[in-house]
């Protein structure tokens, strides 16, 4: 038997993907019209045998609630939140609900950080780690030399790819291109190496009071305090792909997690691309629009656009590369590209949201989407993706470009590179 944990932090966590998750908890921001967790859920539910997930997070229950019980009833399987007090670091959380883990005694477990988008290839993971023995096999993909300082770098054998002799977490120097996806799958195992560094800690903080860098006493970093430990063990193997791999760090990687999710659903599922009844309007390349919306005959949608429950097009609006979330509405003549338009926000007539679009460098081989800060040097804001937050109205004939809204305000003016708070 197997489970599955997915680690999705807490209201701390994804500052970068404001205001998108000011009134979502990012962990549900829909991206090609499920919530990005869903999207493990669906990879996990492949996989035989396995028959449990547990979410850890430090998000409020209340915020999950509903979430889980429509997980549990649409899928049939066990999935449930656990949530930490504080946060407890990316193996802290695992360890304290170790007897959850354990329970039915499963052979494995993954561990899946909530806010990586991929093309998850679990069967062929476990295929592997089982062959190997291992405590622990990470997934992992090729970076570029200069993008792989900002992830967990690891060094395999020479005499055996698939064994780890190396891992340093975010190095400020070159380390190896072969970077960590998120994505594990540990043996039971795992937890002697979580109790020692726990046992470690306690004794050196037997006051058992917040340590000295402010966090608790119980936090462990599974990339700082367990993944260098084992890689000394020669029981740390990794599992390479080139599926398609991505963080969800800041807004402008959901649209491009939303395309690459909606290619996904090409070739895997196609009938979710299938435009809904009132949805007959004309569609570009991948398009997601969820059965609720009403859209004009004369819309023209695509390609790589999602557009959410109840959302409304009027005649002739123009979407590209774009999600557009529930209870919204773009009235007629508009055109959105590049952006995100907040639930329940009105963009009026005749106008125009534009963001620029920061996709991964096609000529550098392995190259993955930057996230690059929200201002430059110059204190300038950096051209992104638009984004109106929840209930944001933007007057007819008004452009709006390379601008962020935060929610509930009224625009009647153009907008350009501004932060509207
Ligand atoms: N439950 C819980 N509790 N989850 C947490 C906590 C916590 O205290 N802290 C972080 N997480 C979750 C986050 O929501 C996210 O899904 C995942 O754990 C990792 O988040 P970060 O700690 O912010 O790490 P990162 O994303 O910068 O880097 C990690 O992921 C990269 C791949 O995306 C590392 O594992 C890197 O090595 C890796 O390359
Ligand atoms: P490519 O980028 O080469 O595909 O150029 P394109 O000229 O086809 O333009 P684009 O894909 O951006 O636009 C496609 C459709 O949207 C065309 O029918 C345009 O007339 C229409 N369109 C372009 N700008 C606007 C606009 O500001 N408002 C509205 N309502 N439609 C627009």
Redesign the pocket.
């Known amino acids: 038997m197997l489970k599955a944990v997915i680690?999705?932090?807490?209201p701390s966590?994804?500052t970068r993907f404001r205001p998108l998750s000011l009134d979502i908890p990012k962990?549900l921001f829909p991206i090609a019209g499920l919530p990005m967790i869903e999207h493990h859920i669906k990879a996990c539910l492949n996989i035989k045998n396995l028959n449990e997930i547990l979410i850890?997070?430090?998000y409020n229950a209340s915020e999950l609630q509903s979430f889980v019980k429509e997980m549990t009833d649409s899928y049939g399987i066990s999935i449930r939140y656990l949530q930490?007090l504080t946060?407890?670091?990316?193996a802290?959380?695992i360890y304290h609900f170790r007897a959850e883990i354990r329970a039915g005694d499963p052979d494995a477990f993954f561990i899946m950080?909530?806010?990586?988008c991929a093309n998850f290839p679990l069967s062929e993971m476990l295929e592997m780690h089982i062959k190997t023995s291992a405590v622990l096999t990470v997934m992992a993909t090729e970076a570029t030399r200069q993008q792989s300082l900002n992830?967990?770098c690891i060094v395999p054998s020479k005499e055996d790819c698939r064994q780890v002799v190396h891992y340093v977490?975010?190095p400020s120097t070159f380390v190896s291109t072969l970077?960590?996806?998120?994505v594990y799958l540990a043996s039971l195992d795992i937890f002697q190496f979580m109790a020692d560094v726990f046992d470690a800690r306690h004794k050196q903080d037997k006051s058992m009071l917040m340590n000295g860098n402010g966090k608790d006493p119980a936090?462990i970093s599974?990339?700082q305090d367990i993944l260098t430990r084992l890689s000394e063990t020669g029981k740390f193997c990794v599992f390479q792909t080139s599926n398609w791999w991505s963080?969800v760090?800041t807004p402008g990687a959901a649209i491009y997690a939303n395309r690459h999710h909606l290619a996904v659903y090409r070739s895997k599922e196609s009938e979710r691309l299938l435009p809904p009844v009132s949805g007959q309007c004309q569609i570009i390349g991948n398009v997601f629009i969820d059965a609720s919306a009403v859209i004009h005959p004369t819309a023209t949608l695509g390609p790589n656009v999602s557009i959410g429950p109840n959302v409304r097009l009027g005649a002739g609006v123009r979407i590209r590369e774009s999600i557009v979330l529930a209870n919204s509405q773009i009235q007629s003549h508009s055109m959105v590209l590049h952006s995100i338009i907040g639930r329940g926000s009105v963009v009026g007539e005749w106008a125009r949201v534009e963001g620029t679009p920061c996709d991964p460098d096609p000529d550098k081989p392995f190259a993955k989407k930057e996230n690059p800060p929200l201002f430059n040097v110059n204190g300038k804001l950096n051209p992104s993706i638009s984004i109106l937050g929840e209930s944001v109205t933007l007057a007819a004939e008004r452009i709006l470009l390379n601008s962020i809204v935060l929610p509930y305000k009224q625009l009647t003016r153009d907008l350009r590179n501004e932060i509207i708070l």
């Open positions: 680690l999705i932090g807490g966590k994804g962990p850890i997070g430090s930490e946060a407890l670091g990316t802290g959380g950080n909530g806010d990586v992830y967990g977490e975010k970077i960590n996806c998120g936090y599974l990339e963080q760090k």
